[in-house]
């Protein structure tokens, strides 16, 4: 029995850390903007992967790096 309160404590304290772990009333739309959040952020950390998307859109590095700040601002559906 500890060791089930032991586990669910663990996760409890994991999602109150961090927001994309989600919980039991994480909505589907919640879920899926933290997924792309998280993975703009991604794009932007790795150099390679934006000169990547600035030579596939012939733009600059700098305006890939603006368009994917900037595009990650969702409305509730």
């Known amino acids: 029995m500890t060791d ?28 899926l903007v933290n997924q792309h959040q998280d993975s703009y952020c ?9 000169n990547y998307f600035s030579v596939a859109e012939n733009e600059s590095k700098a305006r890939v790096r603006f368009n994917l700040i900037l595009w990650p601002t969702f409305g509730q559906p």
Not at 4 to 31: C, F, M, P
Not at 42 to 50: A, T
């Open 42 to 50: 991604s794009y932007m950390g790795h150099f390679d992967l934006l």
């Open 4 to 31: 089930r309160y032991n586990i669910h404590s663990q996760l409890e304290h994991l999602q109150s850390k961090y927001v994309g772990t989600g919980h039991a009333d994480t909505s589907k739309w919640e879920w």
